[in-house]
Nanobody, 112 residues
């Protein structure tokens, strides 16, 4: 699987942004997909997971604001980010969990 994240940019606090991660190669539908993020000077942290069956999981920091979804027909996973906060500023990465394959990140900057 090769992954390409997109959709990052500058957004005002309280606004919304949708990230996409397009996959090519192996059977996309068979793997859980994750989103992680890495803020400047910080470690990479987990943001969301969607299983191959569509179950979703979030840490408390984004629960209720972020939504992960997938379109297996388009081999794409999404991260809908609502009510963004300054602490959401980071480079966001997608990951194919079964093979621990990472895509290049996309930068999200939240302005206050």
């Amino acid at each position: 699987v090769q992954l390409q994240a997109s959709g990052g940019g500058l957004v005002q606090a309280g606004g919304s942004l949708r990230l996409s991660c397009a996959a090519s190669g192996r059977i996309f539908s068979a793997t859980a997909m994750d989103w992680y993020r890495q803020a400047p000077g910080e470690q990479r942290v987990w943001v969301a997971t969607i299983s191959s069956g569509g179950a979703t999981y979030y840490p408390d920091s984004v629960k209720g604001r972020f939504t992960i979804s997938r379109d297996n027909a388009k081999n794409t996973v999404f991260l809908q980010m609502n009510d963004v906060k300054s602490e959401d500023t980071a480079v966001y990465y997608c990951r194919a969990a079964t093979w621990d394959i990472w895509g290049k990140g996309t930068l999200v900057t939240v302005s206050s």
